[in-house]
């Protein structure tokens, strides 16, 4: 594992992911590992391969000094804005423990009064921590990845990152604590299609978590990011290979859909973007070996 400080040039950085304004990203890199990343590419911006994702994390130590210069530049405090961390790293992972720059963003957003959205997306528990802050941010939100109800699932794919039964408990301390918060279901794992009763089993249990607000996204497999997921699972049944080769197909992307639809009626959920997002675009990205 390869950690390193840095100093960044600029970190609020404006943002084409439809909804978002700007992007906080405090680290490159991240030490969760997660074998279907889309931001494995970042590797081409300090010399590493798809491959290397989750070797290396680079801590931009300048992020809150640069925070508080950028800030001050955004026309009226921010209203109507919305700033998003983190699009290709996680804030909350463990360099964040001891690095706290994440911590110090947020802190320099509520201390400025920025007046637009601040959301957060995580698989890490470290994120209750910093509840005192997003009580005094104008308008925060904070979602949690949740892909599975199963640990040894979370464990396989999303390696080094906190078990899905910890991100459940840490929704539910969230909004015991009155912040308003989302999970995110991405990527939906191909299995669900199979097996209805394993994606009821998620939506009941973040449904008693309290959130009401998900986030569903499909599998993306762009080739760079097929390549290393099926290098990482190069030892497993050929069968399960070809469940995630056929959760491309439209088919199979209705069949989950209509499923996901009924669940969250069921459940009395709100359905963020009122779809379920496929990103055709990270699919032209290309390959990065
Ligand atoms: S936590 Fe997010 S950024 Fe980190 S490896 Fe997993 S998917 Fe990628």
Redesign the pocket.
């Known amino acids: 594992m390869e950690f390193k400080e840095i100093r960044a040039k600029n970190i609020l950085v404006r943002c084409g992911i439809p909804g978002i304004d700007y992007v906080i990203n405090p680290y490159i890199g991240?030490?969760?590992?997660?074998k279907?990343?889309?931001?494995?590419f970042m590797g081409r911006f300090v010399d590493k391969t798809i491959y290397d994702?989750?070797e290396y994390v680079y801590a931009k130590v300048n992020a809150p000094e640069l925070l508080n210069k950028e800030i001050k530049k955004l026309k009226n405090k921010g209203r109507g804005k919305e700033i998003f961390l983190?699009s290709?790293?996680?804030p909350y992972?463990g360099a964040e423990g001891d690095y706290k720059l994440t911590r110090q963003c947020l802190k320099i957003l509520a201390d400025y009064g920025f007046e637009g959205v601040v959301s957060i997306?995580?698989?890490s528990n470290l994120v209750i921590r910093d509840i005192d802050i997003f009580k005094k941010l104008k308008h925060a939100i904070v979602g949690l990845?949740v892909t599975s109800t199963d640990d040894g699932i979370s464990r396989y794919f999303?390696k080094s990152?906190p078990a899905v039964s910890v991100r459940l408990k840490t929704l539910k301390i969230l909004n015991e604590n009155g912040i308003k918060t989302y999970a995110f279901i991405g990527p939906l794992l191909p299995h669900f299609v199979a097996e209805s009763d394993e994606l009821e089993k998620l939506f009941k249990e973040l449904s008693e978590t309290g959130t009401k607000d998900i986030f569903v996204e499909h599998l993306n497999l762009a080739k760079y990011i097929r390549n290393r997921l099926f290098e990482e699972m190069k030892d497993v049944d050929q069968e399960i290979l070809k469940k995630f080769y056929s959760s491309q197909s439209k088919s199979y992307r209705v069949e989950l859909e209509e499923k996901i639809i009924k669940l969250i009626k069921k459940y009395k959920m709100n359905l963020l973007k009122d779809m379920v997002i496929f990103h055709k675009e990270f699919q032209k990205l290309k390959n990065n070996e």
């Not at 991240?30 to 997660?34: I, S, V």
């Not at 279907?36 to 494995?40: H, I, K, V």
């Open positions: 991240c030490r969760f590992a997660c279907y990343c889309y931001a494995s994702w989750g983190s290709v790293t996680d992972q997306l995580t698989k990845t999303e990152a």
